[in-house]
């Protein structure tokens, strides 16, 4: 099955074809394995979480980013058929101008809310005893809402901005149905989602790198004899930047020159086509995260293991005795 590439140039457009076969093929399949996944993932930390009161920050933020899945999960379905082929082109044209633009919004509100997660867990350490405001729950409820409501105002002009006349053929290419406005606006946010990924990385390896040392430290005080737990603590400490590198960071690489292709850059045809494949195989592995997250929940969170396998599960006591500046939270599941 063939396509067609638009690239827009001062005001012109080039059409340049493609082979669309695995667009059409693989990741439809690829897309159907990650929802059926997330959905019944999803669905179990719905269950549990609607069970655990908010209590803490880290509760909230963990709700919100079940609720971004969520959004992201619900919003596949519409992907799947129209990179199939199985919807109408009248289905294309909305997955372009609205739940397209919905997926991308949740999933910086994830990648945020994971950085939220990640300060969480760096101010349980390097502040055990103090109390800043953002550590209140309130203050966390607030910082959740700013964060999806700043991403909903960036998202609504692609929405709104995307008002050229949907025909069976121009729906092919979701840039084609955007004004000039539409275009820049979409390079615009492109650059600004771009920074807020990479800074939200560079200070989650930050955040990683006290939260090492400080249980480095707590650790070496204690008794040797309990490597198990320790080597258990550190896997749990890295969980949260292990799934947001390997879920964000491809796509995150190739997001930048593959809108440039979209926009006004003259590109060679072979390129545009590539730039495509690698801007959709790493979309799916972004998608991802909608699975990874409740590996989160599971390793960090003992409330909800508690309540999503109805298991009670042990704290570490002799740790807490033997070095109480370390809280809890960064050495079992909390």
């Known amino acids: 099955m063939n396509g067609s590439i638009v690239s827009f140039s001062n005001g012109t457009s080039l059409i340049c074809h493609r082979d669309t076969r695995i667009a059409h093929v693989v990741f439809p399949v690829l897309y159907t394995v990650v929802f059926l996944i997330g959905l019944i993932l999803n669905s179990l930390a719905a269950w549990a979480f609607f069970q655990i009161r908010s209590t803490s920050t880290f509760i909230v933020y963990l709700k919100n980013t079940l609720v971004s899945d969520s959004i992201m999960t619900l919003m596949l379905p519409l992907k799947i058929l129209t990179d199939s082929g199985l ?12 739940s397209a ?26 502040r055990p005893y103090g109390k800043l405001w953002v550590q ?19 998202s609504l002009p692609n929405m709104i901005l ?24 979409h390079e615009a946010v492109t650059y600004i989602c771009q920074f807020v990924f990479w800074a939200v990385l560079i200070l989650m390896f930050l955040f990683y790198a006290v939260i090492t040392k400080k249980v480095y430290l707590s650790y070496k005080k204690t ?38 292709s979209q926009t006004h850059q003259r590109m060679d045809c072979s390129i545009q086509n590539q730039l495509f494949i690698a801007k959709e195989g790493t979309l799916w592995l972004a998608s991802t995260n909608i699975c990874m997250d409740p590996l989160i929940y599971i390793f960090l969170c003992r409330s909800f293991l508690e309540k999503a396998f109805c298991v009670k599960v042990k704290k570490f006591r002799s740790t807490i ?6 809280p809890m939270d960064t050495r079992i599941s909390v």
């Open 87 to 98: 919807g109408p082109w009248q289905l294309k044209a909305f997955v372009c101008r609205v």
């Open 101 to 126: 633009v919905i997926f991308y919004e949740a999933m910086y509100v994830s990648i945020v809310l994971l950085g939220l997660i990640a300060f969480d867990r760096f101010l349980k350490i390097a």
């Open 162 to 185: 995307s008002n050229k006349k949907a025909m069976p053929h121009s729906v092919k290419k979701c840039a084609s149905l955007k004004n000039h406005l539409g275009l820049k606006w």
């Open 136 to 154: 209140n729950v309130t203050s966390a409820k607030i910082i959740a809402g700013i964060v999806w409501i700043s991403f909903f105002s960036l």
């Open 223 to 260: 008794q040797k004899k309990d490597s198990k737990s320790k080597q258990r603590t550190k896997g749990k400490v890295f969980i949260i930047v292990i799934v947001f590198f390997v879920c964000f960071a491809p796509y995150h690489f190739s997001r930048v020159p593959y809108t440039l």
């Open 321 to 326: 005795h033997e070095n109480p500046t370390v």
